[in-house]
């Protein structure tokens, strides 16, 4: 069983920069595609973006798409998620998730279902 835990979420002012990093334990990431989802409060949890289980892929929701940047480490068993030029509509507790190796087609891993394995989320947030 996949264990993820998230880090590097904090307060940040608009304009700023954050690196979530989500690292896995009882399992090789490197047999996994991995996903960012976001909540905000009231809202519904959100495609953010997703990476091929290769890293040769990667995948964006609109309102991020040319500001974050999804990375992955399979040595180090940990991706991460680079958050520049943030906006107070960032602010959302991020989670990443693991989906099969199989699931590389951009449709599917915008999807929550295909994911199999979550962590606990981070808070991100960030004032105007």
């Known amino acids: 069983q996949v264990q993820l835990v998230e880090s590097g979420g904090g307060l940040v002012q608009t304009g700023g920069s954050l690196r979530l990093s989500c690292a896995a334990s009882?399992?090789?990431?490197?047999?996994?595609?991995m996903g960012w989802f976001r909540q905000a409060p009231g809202k519904e949890r959100e495609f953010v973006a997703a990476?091929?289980?290769?890293?040769?892929?990667?995948y964006y929701g609109d309102s991020v798409k040319g500001r974050f940047t999804f990375s992955r480490d399979n040595a180090k068993n940990t991706v991460y998620l680079q958050m520049n030029n943030l906006k107070p509509e960032d602010t959302a507790v991020y989670y990443c998730a693991a989906a099969s190796s199989s699931v590389s087609v951009a449709s599917l891993l915008r999807v929550e279902y295909k994911y199999n394995y979550w962590g606990q989320g981070t808070q991100v947030t960030v004032s105007s």
């Open positions: 009882g399992g090789t990431l490197r047999n996994y595609a």
């Open positions: 990476i091929t289980w290769s890293g040769s892929s990667t």
